[in-house]
């Protein structure tokens, strides 16, 4: 007689960030396509209730996790620990953030509807699995939620071929990379025998490698950093973000490059700091060599940018270089008792950038829906004039981006390379101190763009919309005589306005008070197993 099977205990309530982001889905999927259109603003309320439940769930799990050692769930596939909590509260809060600018975007077009706020939470949900998985197979499956649920938010402008463009390249070769990621798991199996993490450590501290198992380790290994260096963007992977970043909608860019890089960024960290800490003398250089090139090569480009979100692509390129800097300085104490402050400078700097990049993406989608979807830099000028308010809070979020003292940015890219002095990376620190002088200068252009510009005529802005291109044409001679007529002031919905005073808030708070979010993620570095 065959063995019954018997599965494994399940913590419903340790699971419940998850359940309660998949259940708003579903809602959102199953009662929005069997009932009309819901009045505006519901289904982003519904998606933001949604994953601000999640959040404070997730919170009181952390609470629970102090001073407790990390356990596992679902016989060792998914880990609780304090960095997935505390990686769930700043995916959950992306979430809310954008669910809210996603409201204006699609209000009023054929894209209102279910559907994109669906998508968020799934890909939400792909993101906390990434963060929170202990098994490599798990990893994957998280990976590919994240991802599918991203090609397609990248390509959901239908009207836009810039956005069709950018879908279809996200897709190819996100493929790519995701089939070097299983690939290199396959190794990795091939080495140890498991694809649990928690199993693949025990392991290592029981046997000894051969030389044939550990060629296949390093192989796996350098497979899954392609895999995940191309998820989080850093050179030479980066190939993808300009024309994606341009391409989707602006809040989609905002998620991508917030939730996108935070889930990658925390994947790759139970890759190589958790599951190989032994192997971190032959890791650690690549680290140090993809640091080096994003620091370096991103903001250098960035310069020569004339589109506004290209700038801020190759900018989130160079901040992925900063989160790497922090990483190799946590390379160097992985596995050990004293785990250095490198893992933590990592997640805080996720944290911060995930709001600035937010508060910085909810002004740029104002203005460009208001120009026919134009993001050209030009599209900025003369916003002092028009809104000096909105002005000033994008000032701070952009000088807080470039690393001045008092914001969140000077606190996380201290944070950073005070990582790297720590551990005597000397080099990287230095490089990592002169690039964000270079940085400086893309976000300073574009606050003189705001501030000393003037705004430009109505026959300086580009109208992306068929319809609006074809009246254009039909009339120009009418629309000559009005060339000279300074284009309307756009109009700031609450919601935008509520998230970039949010983030602006946020951004303060942080640089003048560190020490509470310090405090938060203090304990990231206690993780399963």
């Given at each position: 007689m065959p063995q019954e099977f018997v599965g494994p205990s399940i913590d419903w309530y340790a699971l419940s960030p998850l359940l309660v982001l998949l259940g708003g889905g579903l809602f959102l999927l199953v009662v929005g396509a069997m009932t009309p259109r819901w009045p505006r603003g519901w289904y982003a309320f519904v998606t933001a209730t949604t994953a601000g439940a999640a959040g404070t769930i997730a919170v009181l799990h952390w609470k629970e996790l102090d001073g407790r050692f990390p356990g596992t769930l679902v016989a060792d596939a998914l880990a609780f620990d304090t960095l997935a909590q505390v990686i769930t509260v700043v995916i959950c809060g992306a979430v809310v953030l954008v669910a809210l600018l996603c409201d204006d975007d699609v209000s009023g077009t054929e894209r209102d509807g279910p559907e994109v706020f669906a998508l968020l939470l799934m890909a939400a949900i792909g993101g906390v699995v990434?963060?929170?998985?202990?098994?490599?197979?798990v990893l994957f499956l998280g990976l590919e939620i994240l991802s599918l649920a991203l090609y397609v938010l990248v390509a959901s402008d239908r009207r836009?071929?810039?956005?069709?463009?950018?879908?279809?390249?996200?897709?190819?070769?996100?493929?790519f990379a995701s089939a070097f990621f299983l690939y290199g798991i396959a190794l990795i199996y091939g080495a140890t025998g498991s694809t649990n993490i928690s199993r693949i450590v025990e392991g290592f501290q029981?046997?000894?490698?051969?030389?044939?198992?550990?060629a296949l380790l390093l192989a796996g290994m350098a497979l899954m950093l392609v895999g995940l260096g191309f998820k989080i963007a850093a050179v030479p992977f980066h190939v993808w973000v300009p024309d994606v970043y341009?391409?989707?909608?602006?809040?989609?860019?905002?998620?991508?490059?917030s939730v996108g890089k935070t889930a990658a960024f925390v994947a790759l960290l139970r890759v190589l700091v958790v599951m190989l800490p032994f192997h971190r003398d032959d890791w650690r250089p690549v680290i140090w060599v993809l640091a080096l090139l994003s620091?370096?090569?991103?903001?250098?480009?960035?310069?020569?940018?004339?589109?506004?979100?290209?700038?801020?692509?190759?900018?989130?390129?160079?901040?992925?270089?900063?989160?790497?800097?922090?990483?190799?300085?946590?390379?160097?104490?992985?596995?050990?008792?004293?785990p250095g402050t490198g893992m933590r400078a990592v997640v805080v700097y996720l944290a911060v950038y995930s709001v600035l990049t937010i508060g910085t993406m909810a002004v740029i989608s104002t203005v460009s829906r208001a120009r026919g979807g134009d993001t050209r830099l030009t599209i900025l000028a003369g916003l002092a004039n028009r809104h000096p308010l909105i002005a000033a809070l994008f000032t701070l979020?952009?000088?807080?981006?470039?690393?001045?003292?008092?914001?969140?940015?000077f606190v996380a890219k201290f944070g950073a390379i005070q990582a790297a002095v720590t551990e005597q990376s000397y080099v990287i620190a230095v490089v990592a101190m002169s690039a964000a002088v270079i940085a400086a200068f893309v976000y300073l252009r574009i606050m003189v763009t705001v501030w000393m510009s003037d705004a430009p005529g109505a026959d300086d802005v580009i109208d992306n919309e068929p319809s609006a291109v074809a009246a254009r044409s039909a009339g120009a001679a009418a629309a000559a005589s009005d060339a000279s007529e300074p284009i309307e002031p756009e109009p700031f919905p609450l919601s935008t306005s509520v998230v970039i005073t949010a983030a602006v808030a946020f951004t303060l708070f942080v640089g003048l008070w560190p020490t509470w979010l310090l405090d938060v993620t203090s304990a990231v570095t206690t993780t399963a197993p």
């Open positions: 990434m963060a929170s998985a202990n098994d490599l197979i836009r071929a810039d956005s069709q463009e950018g879908g279809i390249k996200y897709f190819v070769l996100g493929g029981t046997s000894v490698e051969t030389g044939r198992e550990d341009q391409g989707a909608p602006t809040p989609i860019t905002a998620f991508m490059a620091l370096v090569v991103a903001p250098t480009i960035a310069i020569m940018q004339s589109n506004v979100k290209r700038m801020l692509a190759y900018g989130s390129v160079s901040h992925a270089g900063f989160m790497l800097v922090a990483f190799e300085a946590a390379g160097h104490r992985a596995g050990e008792a004293d979020l952009l000088i807080a981006q470039a690393g001045v003292p008092l914001t969140s940015g």
